[in-house]
């Protein structure tokens, strides 16, 4: 069985703290990939077989489970770009300082970050991945911010996105 945790970019986040405890969700989100969520499942899903989740993860505005391949996903909103580096910033120190899945501590992986221009919009990316090997979990810690857009596409968020993904026979 082979699991991926993915703390990726976001849609956007609220203006709420950051994560209070992350490690402990980690936890119990990585206890409940077993099932692929099912129990967490709440609600019809869209076009994108994206369910509403019962489960959310402190502070987070929305939370869900997507199938094919199994996975849950938590978004954050902002109101400032600061604010989400600040959060950014205190959810990779907890990351960082978190108990393992099993027994191994993870691999840090980080990527370069990105900027994207489009005409008078601006995309910038950060990402961090944490490679726990023996638990095959891959967990992705990012931001997003964009800007010169309208309203109602101008981010300033974190997503956490944790995806069960069946062994390679």
Known sequence: MKTIIAL??????????AHADICSD??????????????????????????PSSFVAVGAS???????PASFSCIWKFGTP??????????????????????MSPEI????????????SLRKIELVGF?????DVMMMLGKEETS??????????????FTFVAPDH
């Open 8 to 17: 990726g970019i976001a849609a956007a986040w609220m203006a709420a703290p």
């Open 26 to 51: 980690l936890h119990t989100i990585y206890a409940q990939s077993a099932t692929q969520f099912a129990s967490w499942k709440s609600g019809e899903g869209d076009a994108e077989s994206t369910f």
């Open 62 to 68: 929305t939370c869900t489970i997507g199938e094919d």
């Open 82 to 103: 600061a604010a989400m580096d600040q959060a950014y910033r205190r959810m990779l120190g907890e990351l960082e300082s978190c108990r393992p899945l099993m027994k």
């Open 109 to 120: 992986k980080p990527t370069e970050p990105q900027e994207l221009r489009a005409g008078a």
């Open 131 to 135: 490679d726990y090997l023996d638990a």
């Open 148 to 161: 010169g857009m309208p309203d109602e596409f101008d981010l300033n968020g974190n997503k956490l996105t």
